[in-house]
C-alpha cells in the first residue's frame, strides 16, 4: 500500500504537509500521522474525510514508541512514497538556565528519534521515494540563547545531506528543509513570545509555503531547501563568513 509518513503531524507545519501531500500525492493511499496528542491527530484525519489515515499516537522521546514504530511497519509493511520527519521543538533561553530534561528531550526528540524513524523505514521505500528532514535556519550557525536547539538542527542538516548521498545510488532522495520562524506553536512550547527583540522582528516565513514548496523541491530531487530571500542569503553567508561573525544571540 503506498503510504505517506508524517512525524510531528498534530499541529503547525506538520498538519500542513498533511494537506498538502492530500493535494498533491494522488497515489497515496494512507497516510500514517504520528504524534502525541492522539485527539489532534483525529481532528486533522476527519478534516479530509477523503483520506485514509492511520493514527500513531507515539511520544518519540520514549524507546518504547519508537519500538511500536518499528512493529507497525513491520506489520503494515508499506510502500512509504514520502517521509517526513517533522517531530520536534526548542527552548529559548540560557543553556544552564532551562530544565536538563528538556534539553536532553530536544536532543532526544529532534536527533535521535529523527535518526531511529529514518532508518527504520529506508527498507520500506523504493526508487522515486523522497524523505524530508526538517531542520531550521538555526542549522547554519551556533545561536546563543537556543544552544542545544540550534546544535540538534545542525545535526539534522548533516545528517540529511550524508544520508542522501549515501541513498542516491537506490534513487531515494533526502531534502532538509531549513525554513526561518514561523507563527505555529513552536514559540509557545519554546517559551519565546516577548522574550528575544531578533525573534520579534525577524520575517515569519508561511507555513503552507514551506510545506508546499519543501515537497515540490524533494520531488526534483533537492537537497536543501530555505525559503524567504532573506534566509538564503544568511545560508550562503554562513558559508562565507566565520560562526563568530554570523552567530546573534536572540
Excluded: H
Excluded at 89 to 95: M, N, T, V
Excluded at 143 to 167: D, H, I, N, Q, W
Excluded at 234 to 243: A, E, F, G, M, Q
Amino acid at each position: 500500500m503506498k503510504t505517506a509518513i508524517i512525524t510531528g503531524a498534530s499541529s503547525g507545519l506538520g498538519r500542513e504537509y498533511f494537506k498538502v501531500l492530500t493535494e498533491i500525492y494522488p497515489d497515496i493511499e494512507e497516510f500514517w500521522l504520528v504524534a502525541r496528542r492522539e485527539n489532534r491527530l483525529r481532528e486533522l484525519a476527519e478534516s479530509v474525510p477523503n483520506a485514509k489515515c492511520l493514527i500513531l499516537p507515539l511520544d518519540l522521546t520514549k524507546t518504547e514508541a519508537v519500538e511500536l514504530y518499528r512493529q507497525k511497519l513491520e506489520e503494515k509493511k508499506p510502500e512509504v512514497e514520502i517521509l517526513i520527519c517533522n517531530a520536534g521543538f526548542g527552548k529559548l533561553g540560557d543553556a544552564v538556565d532551562i530544565p536538563v530534561v528538556d534539553q536532553t528531550d530536544m536532543v532526544t526528540l529532534n536527533c535521535t528519534a529523527l535518526t531511529a524513524v529514518t532508518l527504520l523505514t529506508i527498507p520500506y521505500m523504493k526508487k522515486g521515494s523522497s524523505i524530508i528532514e526538517v531542520a531550521s535556519i538555526a542549522a547554519f550557525s551556533p545561536t546563543p540563547r537556543m544552544t542545544v536547539y540550534s546544535s540538534t538542527k545542525a545535526y539534522v542538516l548533516s545528517f540529511a545531506r550524508g544520508l542522501r548521498r549515501e541513498l542516491k545510488e537506490k534513487g531515494i532522495n533526502v531534502l532538509a528543509v531549513c525554513p526561518g520562524p514561523m507563527d505555529t506553536e513552536f514559540f509557545d512550547v519554546a517559551d519565546a513570545k516577548g522574550r528575544s527583540k531578533l525573534l520579534q522582528i525577524m520575517p515569519r516565513c508561511s507555513v503552507r509555503e514551506v510545506a508546499y514548496r519543501s515537497v515540490v523541491q524533494a520531488r526534483k530531487g533537492k537537497g536543501v531547501y530555505t525559503n524567504k530571500s532573506i534566509y538564503k542569503f544568511y545560508r550562503i553567508l554562513t558559508k562565507l563568513l566565520p560562526d563568530s561573525v554570523t552567530m546573534r544571540k536572540l
